[in-house]
C-alpha cells in the first residue's frame, strides 16, 4: 500500500527516517537550549511549580520566533519540502497553521485523548499533524497512542479527564468499534495524521528518558476559515496568509481559545 492508501484506510501513516540522525540531533540541541535559557516560547499550562512540565513547558508556534535558533529551525523543518511532499500527497497544497515542541521530560503526565480539529475548526476540511519523532518513542516514556479509522468519525465531545494522568482536563472516548493503539517510533520518524484521528499519550515513566517532538499543523490551501489562535498562517514561500475567524463554537462547544 501506498502511503496515501494506508492514510485514506486509518487516518494515520508513519513515515520512517524522515530526519537522518543529524538533523534530529540539531533539533534537540536548539530546543534544549532555548528551554534552558528561558521559557518565552511557553504556553502557559496552569502546572504547578513542582510539575516536571513546570521546567520543560510545551512551546507553541515556535516557528514565529526566528529570533532564536529553536524558531528558526522550527520554521525550516515545517517548510521542508520532504515534509511538504507528503502532506500536498495526504490533503493537496498546504498552509502552514502551527508548530508545537514537546519536552515530556521522566515523570510528566501525558496528554488526554483528543481530536485537533476540535481546536483548529479549519472549514471545510480537516487540519493535518506531522509528528516528528525527536526521541525513541514507546509506550514507557509517553509515546502517542493512536485510534485507526476514528477520522472517520464524527468530532467527539469531551469529557473532563484524569488530571493525575494528563496535563489536559479534556478527554474524548474510543469510538465504538475502534481500538486504541500504541504507537514506537525511532527518531527521525514523523508520524501523518487527519485533524478527527483520536490521539493522546499516557506519563513518561521512565527515569532518564525525554520524550521530544515537534509536531507541525496543516491545513488545505483552499480552507476559508481557521480558529483566530492559528492566524497567520504560512505559506511555502513563507509568506504570511490570514484566513477569516471560525466563529462560533463546533458541535462540542467553543474551544477556539483552547490548545490541542
Known amino acids: 500500500m501506498t502511503v496515501v492508501d494506508v492514510y485514506q484506510q486509518d ?3 508513519q513515515v520512517p527516517q524522515l530526519l537522518d540522525p543529524a538533523e534530529v540531533e540539531r533539533v534537540r540541541t536548539v ?3 532555548q528551554v534552558a535559557v528561558d521559557h518565552s516560547l511557553a504556553i502557559d499550562d496552569g502546572v504547578p511549580d513542582d510539575d516536571p512540565l513546570a521546567k520543560y513547558p510545551r512551546f507553541v508556534h515556535p516557528h514565529r520566533r526566528t529570533d532564536t535558533d ?6 525550516e523543518l515545517m517548510l521542508d519540502s520532504r515534509i511538504l511532499d507528503v502532506v500536498q500527497a495526504l490533503i493537496g497544497p498546504a498552509l502552514g497553521a502551527q508548530s508545537m515542541f514537546y ?3 521522566p515523570g510528566a503526565r501525558g496528554q488526554a485523548l483528543h481530536q485537533d480539529n476540535t481546536f483548529l475548526r479549519a472549514d471545510p476540511e480537516t487540519c493535518l499533524a506531522a509528528w516528528i519523532a525527536v526521541d525513541d518513542v514507546d509506550a514507557d516514556n509517553g509515546g502517542l497512542a493512536v485510534v485507526p479509522g476514528s477520522h472517520r ?3 467527539l465531545c469531551p469529557e473532563p479527564a484524569d488530571l493525575t494522568e ?11 468499534g475502534l481500538s486504541r493503539v500504541q504507537t514506537k517510533m525511532k527518531a527521525g520518524d514523523v508520524l501523518f495524521f487527519h485533524g478527527s484521528v483520536v490521539h ?5 515513566t521512565t527515569a532518564d528518558r525525554f520524550r521530544r517532538a515537534l509536531i507541525f499543523h496543516y491545513i488545505p490551501e483552499d480552507s476559508v476559515e481557521i480558529a483566530a489562535f492559528y492566524n497567520p498562517l504560512i505559506r511555502p514561500d513563507r509568506r504570511e496568509t490570514v484566513l477569516p ?3 462560533g463554537g463546533g458541535p462540542c462547544g467553543d474551544y477556539a481559545q483552547m490548545e490541542p
Request: net charge negative; proline share 11%; charged share 20%.
Open 245 to 247: 475567524e471560525a466563529i
Open 103 to 105: 519536552f515530556k521530560p
Open 11 to 13: 487516518g494515520i501513516v
Open 153 to 155: 468519525t464524527d468530532l
Open 31 to 33: 530546543f534544549m537550549e
Open 166 to 176: 494528563s496535563f489536559t482536563n479534556a478527554e474524548v472516548p474510543v469510538p465504538a
Open 200 to 204: 493522546g499519550s499516557r506519563p513518561n
Open 70 to 75: 529553536a524558531g528558526k529551525v522550527a520554521l
